[in-house]
């Protein structure tokens, strides 16, 4: 039998207060609805059917890269509608694993256990199976209804609740899962007749207990994991949730960290032994930090990959960028998309590179722009360096050979080349090649004016 899994994405979130889809709302630098693909995705199901509305265009484009079936639902009638679109797709043979959009944190080993829950045995025909859970304060969510054996009977939706069901604690998460031939059967029955005027699924659940069909329930073991999104308050609890599991788990495995609750990681992020994390440091994107590598407070690295032992010092900026074994970043440096640095590079406060090669052991160590630069074995930039890469209208290279020393305050203008083991005189502005081994400059002679008189304030 194969398995079709339905997420249903198409509310509009009023109570997000925000012109973009609650769905496309990030947790840990992802959509809430990327995060239930892939956990869907984990499943490995024969098709995923996104049925869509509210923002409809901006979500697919958003996550155009995801193997899914896009479905419109026109009018947002309700969850049993919504499965009414999505069920002319699926093949008559199916178990269907119904997900929402707006639970980001559903694990697929929950989600593993409620299939398993509903597939048919000798004994009996296929179940429908939901996946419940026991709150404290079920307030706004489905109540399960059981008779004195303890069967579910129904759902009752909180709005359609009377006073002694709403002390009910078991309440229905929005995941379930059933034959798609049952589904074919029961959704066409259902009626607009609550509260809301909606088609509820849940109304499936006396439709099965007036045909005597079995209804199975798995118990969530995580509260959190069936935690939906209603508001930005809900989103911002399940991310400080996350972020505390991913940081508990990192400090397991030899991390330290100095406060988990000033840590944000918004994607993937892979630590060697005796990594060091301060605090309100941000990872995002695909992030690799070796063996001993030290970030300090208030850094954010995107798509960084760091060697073994690396230092990364106060609020500094990394991004798209590799960084070899033994290499000190900061404070207050911003190392830009397409830099590479060999072992035991340096990189000081106030520096920026950009599209930037540093060989074996080159330092520049305070105030600096390097841009569109390959440098050479244990070269020196000096202070207030700058690579005037662009003419107006196109970026230029410039290419410093090995051992070179720069002083401070130099312009080179590219392109150009610098020879290995030339000197370049503080205050120059260099626009032609530089030869190997010899001290360049264009310093104008120094003069003083006698008898110069400063201004005086009127």
Known sequence: MSLQIVILAAGQGKRMYSKTPKVLHCLAGKPMLQWVIETAQQLNPDAIHVVYGHGGEEIKSALNHSPVNWILQAEQLGTGHAVKQALTHIPTQSQVLILSGDVPLIRAETLRGLIKGSLPNEKKPAPLSLLVAILDNPTGLGRI????????????????????????KEIYSGICCAPAADLARWLPKLNAHNAQGEYYLTDIIAMAVAENLPITSIQAKDIMEIQGVNNRLQLQQLERVWQKQVAEQLMLSGVSISDANRLDIRGELQCGQDVFIDVNVILSGKVSLGKGCRIGPNCVLTNVVLGENCEIFANSVLEDCVLDNNCHIGPFARI???????????????????????????????????????????????????????????????????????????????????????????????????????????????????????????
Not at 145 to 168: H, L, P, W
Not at 393 to 400: E, G, L
Not at 407 to 422: E, F
């Open 145 to 168: 209804i059981r008779n004195e054996s303890g069967e579910i009977q129904a759902i009752i939706e909180e709005k359609d609740a009377t006073a002694e069901q709403k002390q009910i």
């Open 336 to 458: 830009r998309p397409g830099t590479k640095l060999a072992a035991g590079c340096k990189i000081g406060n106030f520096v920026e590179t950009k599209n930037a090669v540093f060989a074996e052991g080159t330092k520049a160590s305070h105030l600096s722009y390097l841009g569109d630069v390959t440098i050479g074995k244990e070269v020196n930039i000096g202070a207030g360096t700058i690579t005037c890469n662009y003419d107006g209208a196109n970026k230029h290279q410039t290419i410093i050979e090995d051992g070179v020393f720069i002083g401070s305050d130099t312009q080179l203008v590219a392109p150009v080349r610098i020879g290995a083991n030339a000197t370049i005189g503080a205050g120059s502005t260099i626009r032609k090649d530089v030869p190997e081994g010899e001290l360049t400059l264009t310093v104008s002679k120094q003069k003083t004016i006698l008898g110069w008189k400063r201004p005086v304030k009127k």
